[in-house]
Nanobody, 123 residues
Framework: QVQLAESGGGLVQAGGSLRLSCAAS????????????LGWFRQAPGKDREFISA????????AYADSVKGRFTISRDNTKRTLYLQMNGLKPEDTAVYYC????????????WGQGTQVTVSA
């Protein structure tokens, strides 16, 4: 099992920055963290959940959605077992609930999800 807990959301003006954190825990993750991919998703009201970014826990290889490329940076701290999302140049359209998720490498779906954290960007 893997437990994920996001933090760091809030209200920010357009052009501002926020850093989200996601603490990962659980016996499976502690023992086999090199086998996991962690990602960030978001869901705005009335819209489908959207992929933002993902990173391989062992190598740190990252991928981004075009909508955030160049503005958001994903990273992880292996010793703290914490995932981060640095968001710069925020826009009102970035307003959403942001979720942290985890999956085993090679699998197509994310099996583990956090509770989400609200990010609101005012114009």
């Amino acid at each position: 099992q893997v437990q994920l807990a996001e933090s760091g959301g809030g209200l920010v003006q357009a052009g501002g920055s926020l850093r989200l954190s996601c603490a990962a825990s659980g016996r499976t993750f502690y023992n086999y963290d090199i086998n996991y991919v962690l990602g960030w998703f978001r869901q705005a009201p009335g819209k489908d959940r959207e992929f933002i970014s993902a990173i391989t826990w062992s190598e740190g290889r990252a991928a981004y959605a075009d909508s955030v490329k160049g503005r958001f940076t994903i990273s992880r701290d292996n010793t703290k077992r914490t995932l981060y999302l640095q968001m710069n140049g925020l826009k009102p359209e970035d307003t959403a609930v942001y979720y942290c998720a985890a999956k085993r490498r090679g699998e197509s779906t994310y099996d583990y999800w956090g509770q989400g954290t609200q990010v609101t960007v005012s114009a």
